[in-house]
């Protein structure tokens, strides 16, 4: 099956600080990638839709000013959390979608863990 | 948007059970997939089935689309099954493919 990866698995970092997470599509590339979140116990929450060369359409209540998505090529998408606080720690998940006439599977990376101290 | 409802939300079985997930939507679709996330939370594909029956292992899944449901089958259940099953619709108006999630069926399987 198609492969995506995500890096980093996890990080730490201070209140205040950027970080970056990047999405990666291995085997295929991928016209639109999702961003999700994942609180404990819970279903994954999308985030945003990234489709490359174009601006991410935000889900209703998601800062876009907070979280910056950029998708600069078709096998590549970068979510960064901009001034990070403690109620951003959580698990951020990205998906990759193979887009095909009658065929739209997706396929998830491995997951971001984000604590902020 | 569409609604998706799955159950059981919590199963618990013996090694070597069989057990039946149950997903049902809301609209028509046209797109379903299962997913397991396992313990460190990496989503596994088991399924992509907008329709029909699939079979893989001792797991298959059945999706009715005109009576919106489908159903994900275990057979002979390992402690290695355990974990969340998820369920996922892209409803058939989308163009970008969005996928709408189900709750989750927490699956516990002890040795």
């Known amino acids: 099956g198609a492969v995506v990866s995500q890096h980093p698995s996890w990080v730490i970092c201070k209140s205040g600080t950027s970080v970056k997470i990047e999405c990666r599509s291995l085997?295929?590339?991928?016209?639109?990638m999702f961003w999700y979140r994942q609180f404990p116990k819970q279903s994954l929450m999308l985030m945003a839709t990234s489709n490359e060369g174009s601006k991410a359409t935000y889900e209703q209540g998601v800062e876009k000013d907070k979280f910056l998505i950029n998708h600069a090529s078709l096998t590549l998408s970068t979510l960064t959390v901009t001034s990070a606080h403690p109620e951003d720690s959580s698990f951020y998940i990205c998906s990759a979608s193979i887009l095909a006439p009658s065929y739209n599977e997706q396929f998830f990376g491995p997951g971001t863990r984000l604590t902020v101290l | 948007g569409i609604q998706v409802e799955q159950s059981p939300p919590d199963l618990i079985l013996q090694e070597g059970a069989n057990s039946t997930l149950r997903c049902n939507f809301s609209?028509?679709?046209?797109?379903l997939q299962w997913f397991h996330q396992n313990p460190w939370g990496q989503l596994i594909n088991l399924f992509y089935?907008?329709?029909g029956t699939k079979q893989n292992g001792r797991l298959s899944a059945t999706t009715v689309a005109t009576e919106r449901y489908s159903l994900l089958y275990i057979s002979s259940s390992q402690t290695t099954d355990s974990g969340v099953y998820f369920c996922a619709v892209v409803d058939r108006g989308s163009t970008l493919g969005r996928l709408y999630f189900g709750r989750g069926t927490q699956l516990t399987v002890w040795p």
């Open positions: 085997d295929f590339q991928a016209t639109t």
């Open positions: 089935i907008p329709s």
């Open positions: 609209d028509s679709v046209n797109n």
